[in-house]
């Protein structure tokens, strides 16, 4: 039984159909990958997984059972984590006290465990940022602060972790360090669910990719399967030269990808 099942979701805002009839699974301590161009629906799947969402139609199932309509907190108690493709940190507070804030409130939660990781600076270790544990988070670069929502996040000890572009504004060292601790925690038992645009990250650490374009799946495979694929290519590839694709897909922002 897969861990996360995203059963026909279908998500309308208005006249727009952000996610059309989208299916797929996750399995259990492995790194999944969710990619596809800028518009295809990634961060809409993510609201609808975490709760911010409600799907026009559909059901998300978590360890077999139906959480559609569960309250976030609840996801988050369900071990649910996420961090966001526009950063979310508490700009005034320091690197080290956005990590705390976390772990105080996961663990004055009645009824959870405490943190398997609860303690400041071995999250900020962990993640590689505790040189910058007394800045203030508004003051630390992008990337920098990509990472200090993982090292949050992680303070709730996530059973399922979705990471919104995780890697943009990283170097390409810090890229591949990062790809060494998510095949960390998934080692540790942990389940990635990840949406980013770096296919060399893509490819190198997912274990299953499935591909969304205008908000429905088109293709799932293993990195080696959809790199060949090519309705996967024309997806990405064909856009850059097709002007009149500008109504689904921000022009300004569209990434063509090296697949
Ligand atoms: N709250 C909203 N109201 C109206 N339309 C929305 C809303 N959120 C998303 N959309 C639209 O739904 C579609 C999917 O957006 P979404 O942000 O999920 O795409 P994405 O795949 O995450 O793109 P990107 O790679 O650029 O982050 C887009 O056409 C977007 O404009
Ligand atoms: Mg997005």
Redesign the pocket.
């Known amino acids: 039984m897969p861990l996360l099942h995203v059963d026909d979701v279908v998500v309308q805002?208005?006249g727009?159909t952000?996610?059309n009839h989208a299916s797929f699974e996750v399995e259990a301590g492995s790194i999944t990958g969710l990619i596809?161009?800028?518009?295809?629906?990634?961060?809409?799947?993510f609201n609808v997984i975490t709760g911010l969402q409600t799907p026009t139609a559909g059901h998300i199932v978590l360890d077999g059972k139906d959480i559609t309509r569960m309250p976030v907190h609840r996801r988050s108690k369900r071990g649910i984590g996420r961090t966001f493709?526009r950063l979310e940190a508490f700009g005034s507070l320091t690197v080290s006290d956005n990590v705390r804030v976390a772990l105080d409130i996961h663990d004055g939660i009645p009824g959870l465990f405490r943190s398997a990781v609860n303690d400041v600076d071995a999250l900020l270790e962990l993640v590689g940022i505790s040189d910058y544990a007394n800045e203030r988070a508004d003051s630390i670069p992008t990337g920098t602060a990509r990472l200090l929502e993982l090292a949050r996040s992680l303070a709730t000890d996530p059973q399922l972790l979705l990471l919104?572009?995780p890697s943009s504004g990283l170097d390409e060292s810090e890229t591949g360090a990062f790809g060494a601790l998510l095949k960390q925690l998934a080692a540790e038992g942990r389940t990635v669910l990840m949406?980013e645009?770096d296919m060399d990250l893509v490819m190198g650490v997912c274990d299953t990719i499935h591909v969304?374009d205008f908000?429905s799946i088109i293709a799932q495979g293993t990195p080696a399967e959809i790199r060949i694929n090519p309705v996967v290519q024309k997806a990405y590839l064909g856009y850059a030269d097709e002007a009149d694709h500008d109504a689904?897909h921000?022009a300004g922002?569209t990434k063509v990808l090296a697949l």
């Open positions: 805002f208005g727009v952000a996610v596809g161009p800028n518009g295809a629906g990634k961060t809409t799947c493709q919104d572009e949406v645009h969304l908000g689904g921000d922002d």
